[in-house]
């Protein structure tokens, strides 16, 4: 399905598909393999699972001892929640001063295929999984996210503006787009 202001020709759909195909197809496989149920995990005390980007054993990140795996896949999941809220209500205010925006809510989700968005109603929401990637990388979504606030779209302003702020960002996006599939509980 392509969008498109009610006035835009068939002719000018077919280029920009055509122009940008390769760029549709490579994500489309991408949410296709974001959807796919990920890898079974181990919940042991020695299990080792991301934060911030680094691995840490279970036992490092949750109280492990008498607890089921049912029961540590429930409070690690808690404690990424917690972490993520942390450090977006830290790191987010830097971004949007420097932005001169401000969103209506920030909250923190759970879901399989975003890292963040924005609505028309200026409501932020990011992925709990963010406290796995390293900080620079949850920076990138804060100000990807923060920059939906002044461009509503991935127009060429828009991605000028998330420059401005993080030259390199396209290094995060491919770290998310490498990485993303090893962040899961």
Same mark, same amino acid.
């Given at each position: 399905?392509?969008?498109?202001?009610?006035?835009?020709?068939?002719?000018?759909?077919?280029? +920009?598909?055509?122009?940008?195909?390769?760029?549709?197809? /490579?994500?489309?496989?991408?949410?296709?393999?974001?959807?796919? +149920?990920?890898?079974?995990?181990?919940?042991?005390?020695?299990?080792?699972?991301?934060?911030?980007?680094?691995? @840490?054993?279970?036992?490092?990140?949750?109280?492990?001892?008498?607890?089921?795996?049912?029961?540590?896949?429930?409070?690690?999941?808690?404690?990424?929640?917690?972490?993520?809220?942390?450090?977006?209500? /830290?790191?987010?205010?830097? @971004?949007?001063?420097?932005?001169?925006?401000?969103?209506?809510?920030?909250?923190?989700? /759970?879901?399989?295929?975003?890292?963040?968005?924005?609505?028309?109603?200026?409501?932020?929401?990011?992925?709990?999984?963010?406290?796995? +990637?390293?900080?620079?990388?949850?920076? @990138?979504?804060?100000?990807?996210?923060?920059?939906?606030?002044?461009?509503?779209?991935?127009?060429?302003?828009?991605?000028?503006?998330?420059?401005?702020?993080?030259?390199?960002?396209?290094?995060?996006? +491919?770290?998310?787009?490498?990485?993303?599939?090893?962040?899961?509980?």
């Amino acid at each position: 399905m392509v969008k498109v202001p009610n006035e835009t020709s068939e002719e000018t759909i077919i280029r +920009a598909v055509e122009h940008h195909g390769k760029w549709i197809l /490579e994500k489309t496989h991408q949410l296709a393999e974001a959807r796919k +149920a990920p890898k079974t995990r181990e919940y042991q005390d020695q299990g080792k699972f991301l934060h911030l980007g680094k691995e @840490y054993f279970l036992h490092e990140l949750i109280e492990t001892e008498e607890l089921n795996e049912e029961e540590l896949k429930k409070n690690l999941k808690k404690f990424y929640i917690s972490s993520c809220k942390k450090i977006i209500g /830290e790191r987010i205010s830097r @971004y949007q001063d420097q932005l001169r925006v401000k969103p209506k809510t920030i909250e923190v989700v /759970e879901s399989k295929t975003k890292w963040g968005s924005c609505s028309s109603n200026k409501n932020l929401t990011f992925n709990y999984r963010l406290a796995m +990637a390293p900080i620079e990388v949850i920076d @990138y979504v804060i100000i990807h996210e923060l920059c939906h606030l002044l461009h509503m779209n991935h127009d060429r302003s828009f991605w000028r503006r998330v420059g401005s702020i993080m030259p390199d960002y396209k290094e995060k996006e +491919a770290y998310l787009a490498r990485h993303g599939q090893s962040m899961t509980l």
